[in-house]
């Protein structure tokens, strides 16, 4: 079966600097989702993107954060300057139709 | 909007026993309902989808969820739970027809503790 894969599996990065996290959503879905989980709290949404632009994005989504689909085939979440409230576990997902597949998430550690 | 609320945040139950996972929601507008496992350690799988037609829904591993649009509830149960059952259990939902978004709203988690 056709999966969604993250890489890094875990990402250790200082405070300040810039993380790119990798998503290849399962081939020939047309809608992308970023979502985080902070240690011990519900998983939340931060962005949609279809038809090569943000559909729709979150409080959390401020302008330190980016989404790129470069090349067909990889989906990024990029955080421009790190702050220790970033880490977390980072979840890439993809659909046509209901539900949405998941990654196994990327852990994101912010030093 | 929507809301989605687990008020266990953690069910302990002993090997065999029957258990119920508890969802409840929140909407102006009709969902799509879902159920997500996280074992630890690893992602989200899904578990159970609610998209139309019949209100109980069944997974390949005995569980299985009945959607109940009067009480806005969307209940996870398994008659005999196995120790491999142990996980982080999420309830979802999405609204039908949220176009090129249909993000999905997670409630807070109910961790399944499975003792011998």
């Known amino acids: 079966e056709p999966e969604v894969t993250q890489t890094p599996s875990h990402q250790v990065t200082q405070m300040g600097q810039e993380v790119i996290l990798r998503c290849v959503p399962i081939?020939?879905?047309?809608?992308f989702y970023w979502y985080r989980q902070i240690l011990g709290q519900k998983v939340e949404f931060l962005v949609s993107f279809y038809n090569n632009e943000i559909s729709e994005k979150s409080e959390i989504f401020d302008d330190q954060f980016s989404v790129e689909r470069p090349d067909g085939s990889n989906f990024t979440l990029k955080i421009r300057s790190t702050k220790l409230e970033d880490s977390a576990m980072y979840f890439c997902a993809s659909r046509n139709n209901q539900p949405q597949h998941f990654g196994d998430g990327t852990r994101l550690s912010i030093l | 909007a929507q809301s989605v609320t687990q008020l266990d945040s953690q069910v302990p139950v002993f090997e065999e026993a029957p258990v119920e996972l508890r969802c409840n929601y929140s909407s102006s507008v009709s969902v799509y309902l879902f159920w997500y496992v996280q074992y630890p350690n690893q992602g989200l799988q899904l578990l159970l989808k609610?998209?139309?037609?019949?209100?109980l829904v069944e997974s390949i591993n005995g569980f299985e969820a009945e959607f109940n649009k009067s009480q806005t509830s969307f209940h996870l149960r398994k008659p005999s739970v196995h120790i491999s059952d142990t996980a982080e259990y999420f309830c979802a939902v999405t609204p039908l027809g949220g176009g090129a978004t249909n993000k999905l709203i997670f409630g807070t988690g109910t961790l399944l503790a499975v003792q011998p």
């Open positions: 609610y998209l139309s037609g019949s209100t």
């Open positions: 081939s020939n879905h047309l809608y």
